[in-house]
């Protein structure tokens, strides 16, 4: 497991924009899939969007922030990025990034437990 640093979190007014982003700390490895994920106070962590550098090369989203979030790979430097605009209160929460090196298909990338490298989380506050 190699860990992941996440930047990017504050505070920001409903209709505002984040970038969060996330870089792996130490080795360069090669990873099936790098996703975003949130947890809010009292809800189940969620997964938000991936990106298969492996299984089909596409990124996925939750319905919730299709046409709003943007997952970008920089896959020289295994970096991504989550661009986060049109932000409303709903997206407040904890924000993980996760990184897996097992193959998996594309069906599961909600499933937590298919990671094997996650951040410390960051915090993104969305106020009305």
């Known amino acids: 497991q190699v860990p992941l640093l996440e930047s990017g979190g504050g505070s920001v007014e409903a209709g505002g924009s984040l970038v969060l982003s996330c870089a792996a700390s130490?080795?360069?490895?090669?990873?099936?899939?790098l996703a975003w994920f949130r947890q809010a106070p009292g809800k189940e962590r969620e997964g938000v969007a991936a990106f298969f550098t492996c299984a089909d090369g596409k990124t996925y989203y939750a319905d919730s922030v299709k046409g709003r979030f943007t997952l970008s790979p920089d896959g020289a430097r295994n970096t991504f990025f989550l661009q986060m605009d049109s932000l409303n209160t709903e997206a407040s929460a904890m924000y993980y990034c996760a990184a897996a090196e097992e193959y998996f298909k594309s069906g599961y990338w909600m499933h937590a437990h298919r990671y094997d490298s996650w951040g410390q989380g960051t915090q993104v506050t969305v106020s009305s």
């Open positions: 130490r080795y360069r490895r090669r990873y099936n899939c």
